[in-house]
């Protein structure tokens, strides 16, 4: 059993890294057809261009918005971290190992308190 959950867990990052890089790819190479030839002049890279936002992300996909697809690309790699965290905890639950519970928990709540800005 807690052999087949490690294994689960493996091929869960697997196709979700597998997954968010294909979104990535998908959007950089719509980046190149969208803009590939223009000419780069800003020597500093300008957040202020991109949406950070979930509703600005979602626009952005209505309009096959190459920013945007690669942004979710991430979100979506980020999505595989925290799942990935959150299947070790219920490992390490099955395993009755309470230290690494809360070793796993505490990062878990870091993560999310970093991507909600807190702290």
């Known amino acids: 059993m807690k052999k087949i959950t490690e294994l689960n867990i493996g091929k869960t990052l697997l196709i979700g890294v597998l997954i968010s890089t294909s979104i990535v790819l998908l959007g950089g190479l719509l980046y190149l057809i969208q803009h590939g030839a ?37 979100a979506a790699l980020v999505i595989v971290q925290l799942t990935r965290v959150a299947l070790t905890i219920w490992l390490f639950i099955s395993y009755q190992d309470t230290f690494f519970v809360w070793v796993s928990i505490i990062v878990f709540l870091m993560l999310i308190f970093s991507i909600l800005g807190i702290g």
């Open 38 to 74: 223009s000419l780069y002049v800003n020597p500093r890279f300008d957040f202020s261009l991109y949406h950070f936002t979930f509703q600005g992300v979602l626009k952005g996909l209505q309009y096959l918005n190459a920013d945007s697809i690669i942004l979710l690309g991430i």
